[in-house]
């Protein structure tokens, strides 16, 4: 079911390509008979193509909703609004800190915090969004580059990938899980 909901939806690529190899066989009996009885059977093709992307335009599943939260986040980290950043964190979020602990929302946020009292990032550029779907819940990795600079240190550009695990709460997706996935020295969170 998710493949049939991601070819409509999210990526109806592969259906306008069968369509348009009906079309292209209609057209082809239309040219050899000119009757009107083939001509109408080149109707049906381009009315779904048009209602196929009517239909991927209107809907927004649940991989283009988590996306678009990803956006806000980054959007929101460039301005340095963490109120918006924590709109999207699950209050029960638990992220791996320093060796085996655990940190909550709140000590995650600090660090948050901390991380942009120290550097101005200008741009996150998000290079792949990988998400994976199972009910309620997700689970997304995302490779990063993060343009930053601060006085210390100038102008720094790091790759960083990121797993976020989500769950479906009345509001919206929120983020219950984050994880630093790369490089190894930001894997505790100790920025």
């Given at each position: 079911?998710?493949?049939?909901?991601?070819?409509?939806?999210?990526?109806?690529?592969?259906?306008?390509?069968?369509?348009?190899?009906?079309?292209?066989?209609?057209?082809?009996?239309?040219?050899?008979?000119?009757?009107?009885?083939?001509?109408?059977?080149?109707?049906?093709?381009?009315?779904?193509?048009?209602?196929?992307?009517?239909?991927?335009?209107?809907?927004?599943?649940?991989?283009?909703?988590?996306?678009?939260?990803?956006?806000?986040?980054?959007?929101?980290?460039?301005?340095?609004?963490?109120?918006?950043?924590?709109?999207?964190?699950?209050?029960?979020?638990?992220?791996?800190?320093?060796?085996?602990?655990?940190i909550g929302k709140d000590e995650l946020m600090a660090i948050a915090r901390a991380a942009l009292a120290r550097w101005t990032v200008t741009e996150i550029r998000l290079r792949n969004i990988e998400t994976e779907l199972a009910g309620a819940n997700a689970t997304t990795l995302i490779d990063s580059r993060v343009f930053a600079r601060s006085d210390r240190f100038g102008q720094q550009v790091r790759d960083i990938g990121w797993q976020l695990q989500w769950a479906r709460r009345p509001a919206g997706w929120k983020i219950t899980r984050l994880a630093v996935t790369y490089p190894e020295f930001l894997k505790n969170l100790s920025f």
């Open positions: 079911m998710d493949a049939i909901r991601s070819h409509l939806f999210e990526n109806p690529l592969y259906l306008y390509i069968t369509l348009a190899v009906v079309e292209l066989a209609a057209a082809g009996v239309w040219y050899s008979r000119r009757d009107r009885k083939s001509a109408l059977a080149l109707l049906p093709a381009p009315v779904l193509a048009v209602a196929i992307g009517l239909t991927a335009w209107l809907v927004r599943t649940d991989r283009e909703e988590i996306a678009a939260v990803i956006q806000a986040v980054g959007a929101a980290v460039e301005r340095r609004d963490l109120a918006a950043v924590g709109e999207h964190v699950d209050a029960n979020c638990r992220s791996p800190g320093s060796g085996r602990t655990v």
